[in-house]
């Protein structure tokens, strides 16, 4: 770290485990670089005016990775589950899934083809590359992240104000933030309450 050379102007936010000159950057597009950033490729080849995710997921097999995007339609979004079969090339991004609402992934790097998915109040599992899922959880809420230990069986899940621990069928809550009563200072509201906002 005493010497530095720059290798070239690439906005990165993703780097392959399994290759440190492979990397990835959004500048509007997805871009790959296969020489540690002096050139750059276009390899995101599926039309759309998205929101991108500035997360990759690397399977084990080196040739599989997984992202999400949440792509914007006439009068609704959607969130969309993507996959490459390709090392993230262009023209090899498959959309494998969709959902209304947010979608949260984790890889078993352990495991090839093992992928988890949350969304909503359910947690699936594919070990076909995202191919098919299977329903694996179900909970009473809303989850908003997900972690898979690697060479464990264990499942992390995250609520608004809960964190759960998953190995198996069995559910242990590790982590529970008491909500604000604040938040619920105006309950109940009656008909005829009014908010005015001005600006």
């Known amino acids: 770290g005493v010497l530095w050379d720059t290798a070239g102007h690439f906005n990165a936010f993703s780097l392959s485990p ?8 959004l500048e509007g ?12 490729y276009v390899v995101d080849t599926i039309p759309s005016n998205s929101y991108r995710n500035n997360f990759l997921f690397y399977d084990k097999d080196t040739n599989y990775i997984y992202r999400t995007d949440y792509y ?12 490459s079969n390709n ?18 992934l984790s890889v078993d790097y352990a495991v090839a083809s093992s992928v988890y998915l949350a969304t909503g109040k359910y947690i699936y599992h594919s070990t076909d ?17 997900i972690y898979k230990k690697p060479a464990s069986s264990k499942l992390y899940a995250a609520a608004y104000n809960t964190l759960y621990e998953i190995d198996g069928s ?18 109940p509201i009656d008909i005829g309450n009014k908010w005015i906002y001005k600006s």
């Open 18 to 25: 399994y290759n440190d000159k492979i990397l990835f950057a």
């Open 29 to 40: 597009f997805l871009y790959k670089t296969t020489d540690g950033g002096l050139t750059k």
């Open 72 to 83: 914007y339609l006439q009068d609704h979004g959607v969130n969309k589950l993507l996959v």
């Open 87 to 104: 090392s993230g090339e262009a023209y090899s991004w498959q959309i494998k899934l969709t959902s209304t609402l947010p979608m949260y």
């Open 129 to 145: 590359f995202g191919n098919t899922f299977s329903l694996i959880q179900t909970f009473d809420r809303n989850l908003v992240g």
């Open 170 to 187: 069995a559910i242990n809550i590790i982590k529970q933030i008491p909500i604000d009563p604040e938040i619920f200072k105006f309950d």
